[in-house]
């Protein structure tokens, strides 16, 4: 199993060039289910988690031709993917399948607005807390489909002539259940209202995507989203946003080590809370033309409190990252977590390079330290391994990541991209 291996204390500087996103690359992909024509997405990561969802696609009828890589000036990749379902295969996400990736249980939307029906096995329990799909079993109801669990799955049938255009508040904002409903209701009879929608930036993306394949949607970005359903949709050329994750988490890998870096191909609206934190923490931040330039101070961080939350508040997906950042502060910090009940596995991780961290309920308590030391570390899960590597590089001496699949799924090229920028990173292939 590979292993990260870091050579802590080199400051950052050059430019890492920001992928698109895997959190709206992973929808949209989803979306080609919705249509016979041809759906044609630009600036496609290269993940394991779009590998992942590629084959399962393939699965329920998919055909997908990549166009080869394309190297750009700047070094970067970017995929165009084009997916094309003329007929779906099979309406049946098996277990095997979805268990791997939650995110693949968002076909249900797709297969059943076009098929009237989908088997989609439950996704299961998840390392960062339980995560049920209550709210997707709900949303669908309202738009009149049967749901049904049985033997680990969900059954869910359209009534005869398909789905119907209802109104329906989420309980709770979830980033999940709005895409499932918004390519749900873009093939039902009449017109859909969601209500306390999720408002982040790869929901509107999804949205855009299903305009341009002649969706009438209207509100994405704000909590109420209206949708009036269409009989058929075509098919679309999209450009997949820049990873916001991704772009936060590299500034705050400067805002640790010090330096000074341009993340190029990303946008700072998209995470102005975030943005606003690492500033505040002492790391200038500013937009250039194509991305952002991020200068940081390595020694002179300022404790920060911060508390996730659904966008535009902190991301829970930049929880970590920030956690790994404050174990260096000149003060005490609180990082708190309202979106998953068990997203604190980084803690004794970081610990084991020398972090000071009490967690009390759903608060972590950070006691910075002038200095970490390299040690060797787990990733437990996509966020918490990025913070591990952060930390790793404002550390003196070793610091050996393994289970690196994990950071597989969601950080395209992570070694060459710091490397580029002077610092010691190395992949061990055992
Ligand atoms: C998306 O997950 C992201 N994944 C997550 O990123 C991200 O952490 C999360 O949104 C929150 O921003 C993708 O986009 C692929 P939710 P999702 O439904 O949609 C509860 C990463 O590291 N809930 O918004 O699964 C749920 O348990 C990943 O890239 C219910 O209670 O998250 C959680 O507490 C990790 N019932 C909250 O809502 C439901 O039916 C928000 O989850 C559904 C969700």
Redesign the pocket.
């Known amino acids: 199993m590979d292993r990260i291996r870091i050579v802590g204390g080199n400051a950052l500087n050059g430019i890492i060039p920001i992928s698109g996103a ?3 690359a ?2 949209l992909m989803i979306a080609s289910l919705l249509t016979s024509d041809t759906l044609t997405l630009e600036n496609v990561p290269h993940l394991a ?1 779009v590998e992942g969802l590629i084959r399962i696609l393939g699965n329920h009828g998919v055909d997908i031709a990549v166009n080869g890589r394309r190297e750009h000036q700047d070094g970067s990749y970017s995929r165009t993917i084009h997916f094309t379902c003329r007929t779906v295969a099979d309406t049946t996400a098996p277990y095997e399948l979805v268990s791997k ?3 693949s249980f ?1 076909v249900i939307g797709p297969l059943l607005a076009r098929e009237g029906q989908a088997r989609v096995s439950l996704p299961g329990g ?1 390392a ?11 949303g669908l109801a309202a738009l009149g489909a049967e749901m049904e669990i049985d033997g680990g799955y969900i059954n869910a049938k359209a009534p005869k002539g398909g789905l119907i255009g209802a109104r329906y508040t989420f309980p ?8 499932v409903m918004l390519m749900a209701a873009s093939l039902a009879r009449g017109t859909t209202v969601i209500g306390n929608a ?1 408002r ?1 930036p ?1 929901v509107v993306d999804l949205a855009n995507c299903l305009i341009a394949m002649g969706a009438k949607i209207s509100g994405a970005g704000t909590s109420t989203i209206t949708i009036e359903g269409v009989p058929s949709l075509s098919g679309a050329r999209h450009r997949v946003l820049p990873d916001r ?1 991704e772009t936060g988490t590299y500034a705050m890998a400067v805002a640790m080590t010090g330096g000074d870096v341009t993340l190029s191909g990303t946008d700072i609206t998209l995470l102005d809370t975030a943005i606003e934190a690492i500033r505040r923490a002492g790391a200038e931040v500013s937009a250039v033309e194509g991305g952002i330039r991020v200068i940081g101070h390595g020694d002179q961080i300022r404790p920060v409190d911060i508390v996730t939350e ?2 535009p508040g902190f ?3 930049l929880q970590a990252q920030f956690m790994g950042l404050m174990t260096r502060a000149n003060g005490v910090s609180h990082v708190t977590e309202t ?3 068990n ?1 604190f596995m980084h803690v004794q991780e970081l610990a084991r390079l020398g972090a000071k961290i009490t967690l009390s309920g759903q608060t972590a308590r950070i006691e910075g330290v002038s200095r970490l030391r390299g040690a060797p570390v787990m990733a437990t ?3 918490a391994s990025v913070s591990l590597v952060i930390a790793g590089l404002a550390a003196e001496g070793e610091t050996m990541v393994s289970r690196v699949y994990h950071l597989d ?2 950080f395209e090229r992570l070694e060459e991209k710091l490397t580029r920028c002077g610092a010691i990173v190395e992949r061990i292939s055992d």
Do not use: Y
């Not at 960062?128 to 709900?138: K, M, S």
């Not at 709770?172 to 709005?178: D, Q």
């Open positions: 895997k959190n709206a992973l929808p988690d990736m939650r995110a968002w998840c960062i807390g339980t995560r049920p799909v209550d709210l997707f079993i709900e709770k904002v979830s980033v999940g259940a709005t895409h999720a982040e790869e994750i659904p966008f991301p829970t997906d979106i998953f009940e997203r899960d996509l966020r799924r969601g």
